[in-house]
Antibody, heavy 121, light 105 residues
Framework: EVQLVESGGGLQQPGRSLRLSCAAS????????MHWVRQAPGKGLEWVSR????????HYADSVKGRFTVSRDNAKKSLYLQMNSLRAEDTALYYC??????????????WGQGTLVTVAS | VLTQSPATLSLSPGERATLSCRAS??????LAWYQQKPGQAPRLLIY???NRAPGIPARFSGGGSGTDFTLTISSLQPEDFAVYYC?????????FGQGTKLDIK
């Protein structure tokens, strides 16, 4: 069974940093692209970032480009999101998601339960 | 940009639901649908317009192409009342629609 468990969220001041982690199990981690998707309280879904299976292809939403960095450690079956220069509008539940198809992109078939990031002074 | 309609759909169990998603430019057939219940993560229902994800009941079906897509639930079950999002991977960046809330009439 696929499991994705996010951690690292919390309350942080504007301009500060947080690092999110996602521990994966139940599938061959290094064969799948991974994504971060966020959901502001009471709002819809926003794709944040994508990293390919071998970290060779990385993309970000314009709203986080230059501030967030996605990475992965295939040996540890873990995904990360380094969030710098946090803004109030980054407040959201951050989901780690897995692609449905090996070596493909953009179909989010498994989701963690999310980790809440709150940016406020 | 993906625009979903209606924003809210009120129906009774057993009825047929048709949800719409319109793209501002062609996304080919790269359109997916997700269901989200309160306090839960989204669940993939349909991908690439019409392919049901593993474990999804046959009452869920998807159709369309290019810019106009639909999600149909043939006979609503009590557990189907939720928020539904469409999502495209045909153009950069990936985007979601704003959601359609399906509630019990």
């Amino acid at each position: 069974e696929v499991q994705l468990v996010e951690s690292g969220g919390g309350l942080q001041q504007p301009g500060r940093s947080l690092r999110l982690s996602c521990a994966a199990s139940g599938f061959t981690f290094d064969e799948y692209a991974m994504h971060w998707v966020r959901q502001a309280p009471g709002k819809g879904l926003e794709w944040v970032s994508r990293i390919s299976w071998n970290s060779g292809n990385i993309h970000y939403a314009d709203s986080v480009k230059g501030r967030f960095t996605v990475s992965r450690d295939n040996a540890k079956k873990s995904l990360y999101l380094q969030m710098n220069s946090l803004r109030a509008e980054d407040t959201a539940l951050y989901y780690c998601t897995k692609d449905l198809i090996r070596y493909s992109y953009g179909i989010f078939d498994s989701w963690g339960q999310g980790t809440l990031v709150t940016v406020a002074s | 940009v993906l625009t979903q309609s209606p924003a809210t759909l009120s129906l009774s169990p057993g009825e047929r639901a048709t949800l719409s998603c319109r793209a501002s430019q062609s996304v080919s057939n790269y359109l997916a649908w997700y269901q989200q219940k309160p306090g839960q993560a989204p669940r993939l229902l349909i991908y690439d317009t019409s392919n049901r994800a593993p474990g999804i009941p046959a009452r869920f079906s998807g159709g369309g192409s290019g810019t106009d897509f639909t999600l149909t639930i043939s006979s609503l079950q009590p557990e189907d009342f939720a928020v539904y999002y469409c999502q495209q991977r045909g153009n950069w960046p990936y985007t979601f629609g704003q959601g359609t809330k399906l509630d019990i009439k």
